[in-house]
Structures are given as C-alpha cells and as structure tokens.
C-alpha cells in the first residue's frame, strides 16, 4: 500500500512517486545552497538569482521519474544524485 517500507524485508522500499517527491526535495535544497538563499527569500548573501525551473526525464529501476530541476541565472546548478557516479 502506501507504506516506504517492505512489508517483508522492513528495508526502504521507495516507488516512483515517493522516490520524485524525495529527489524534487533534495534539488530544491541544492539550489537554495547554491542561490545563498531559499526559494522566494530575498538575501544580500544571494548571488545566482532563482530562474525558473526546466523538465528532465530519470529514468530509474522504479520507473521514469520527471523532474523539474531548478535552474538559477548567475550561476549554475545540476542535482548531484543524477551526475554520474552521484547520489
């Protein structure tokens, strides 16, 4: 059902949803990092400037997941959990 974990194993067992809403997560925190600033906070610190996001199809062992992955003007960002060897 809607349980994260095997009813079996009791191991995290993550579906393509949950998986895509824990992958958004991680990017959006990434990008704040990134940004010297959450979503929408204004920061004097802030150097790249939010700028929308951009779609991005992953596909993974649950499926393909899509993504809309941050992007920032003044700077750049790509999620580390889909560079190569990452996540």
């Not at 009791?10 to 959450?38: K, P, Y």
């Not at 204004?42 to 400037?49: C, F, L």
Request: proline share 6%; aromatic share 6%.
């Amino acid at each position: 059902g809607g349980s994260l974990f095997d009813d079996q194993s009791g191991s995290l067992s993550l579906d393509q949803t949950h998986m895509g809403i824990v992958i958004q997560a991680v990017m959006e925190m990434e990008a704040s990092v990134e940004a010297g600033a959450e979503r929408y906070e204004r920061s004097k610190e802030r150097q790249p400037h939010r700028n929308g996001c951009r779609a991005r199809h992953w596909d993974t062992p649950v499926g393909t997941i899509q993504l809309q992955i941050p992007t920032l003007r003044g700077g750049s960002y790509f999620p580390s959990s889909l560079e190569p060897g990452g996540g």
